[in-house]
């Protein structure tokens, strides 16, 4: 498999993950930004989304809809790319 077949393969199955994570409204604001973006993420993009992926769904919906403080481990402009993106939906 050449590296491009490999980044392909990845961003395959972070979409996959995105739409399938437990809570629906998650799933929603995940899957959604994965579908519109994945394609033109590089690896580090990739490496980004996959890391706010692995936080807890109840956590990550708490944060996108500004009920709690974010951890001082979030990558805080991305999470905010996610956001930005999920309230351009809302206001179509």
Do not use: C
Request: hydrophobic share 45%.
């Amino acid at each position: 498999m050449t590296a491009g077949e490999n980044v392909a393969l990845r961003r395959k199955k972070l979409r996959y993950r995105a739409w399938r994570r437990g809570i629906r409204e998650i799933d929603l604001i995940l899957g959604l930004f994965a579908d519109a973006h994945t394609e033109s993420m590089d690896e580090a993009g990739l490496d980004r989304l996959e890391a706010l992926m692995s936080e807890e769904d109840p956590s990550l919906l708490t944060w996108v809809m500004g009920q709690a403080s974010l951890p001082d481990h979030i990558d805080l402009d991305f999470l905010a790319e996610v956001i930005a993106d999920h309230h351009a939906r809302l206001a179509k």
